[in-house]
């Protein structure tokens, strides 16, 4: 008996910042360039990821991911699961994690509210159990032009814990290309540079 599947659906991802950022936390002191590759078939996705880090433990993190998108109830809702792996590693270090992602959305004409949820048992490097939760709106200025805003919280075991905030402009020039730019900062912000307020650009072709 085979699984009657939906025809797949390749699709690559390059992404370039000028900083990287994770969970409201500068990833990088320079550039960062991500290329995600992902296959949907129908609601489910399988993915792979690789991106540059600043570390002394490691110059990149790669991951596997299965994603389930679903419509309900007027809702967005996505769950996923994402192996991840730090490559190039220069130090010892927690090298690999498993991470558990829930997002929903809805659409309410131009403006879209948006809560996701990020877990960790035991967090890359020397962090452990990691949760994030973020919340925020977007609002459609103009065809293919969004303003947008987050505040997010992380507790962490083995880490310091934070308060995050980021607020942007997306416009997407063509169907593949879509430029942004976005403001971060957090309330630890004397922690260090990684928490420190700025400006980012990003640039994004997806094919």
């Avoid at 389930?68 to 994402?82: C, I, N, Q």
């Amino acid at each position: 008996m085979f699984i009657d599947l939906p025809p797949p659906e390749p699709s690559l991802e390059i992404v370039v910042a000028s900083r990287g950022y994770s969970k409201g936390l500068a990833q990088t002191d320079g550039a960062q360039l991500l290329a995600r590759g992902e296959v949907a078939f129908g609601r489910v996705s399988l993915g792979a990821y690789w991106k540059n880090i600043t570390s002394s433990s490691a110059d990149g993190e790669a991951g596997v991911q299965i994603a389930v998108r679903a419509p309900v109830a007027g809702f967005d809702l996505t769950g996923s699961v994402t192996y991840k792996h730090y490559t190039g590693i220069e130090a010892p270090t927690d090298e690999d994690t498993f991470e558990f992602v829930a997002s929903a959305s809805r659409r309410f004409g131009a403006v879209t509210p948006r809560v996701s949820a990020t877990f960790s048992f035991d967090d890359l490097g020397g962090t452990r159990e990691s949760l994030y939760l973020e919340g925020g709106l977007g609002y459609r200025v103009a065809p293919g032009a969004t303003i947008s805003a987050n505040v997010g919280r992380r507790e962490r075991s083995n880490g310091t814990d934070y308060t995050t905030f980021n607020a942007g402009i997306s416009y997407q020039i063509v169907r593949q290309v879509t430029v942004e730019a976005r403001y971060y900062d957090t309330a630890e912000s004397a922690l260090g540079d990684a928490y420190e307020g700025r400006a980012v650009g990003v640039v994004r072709v997806r094919f």
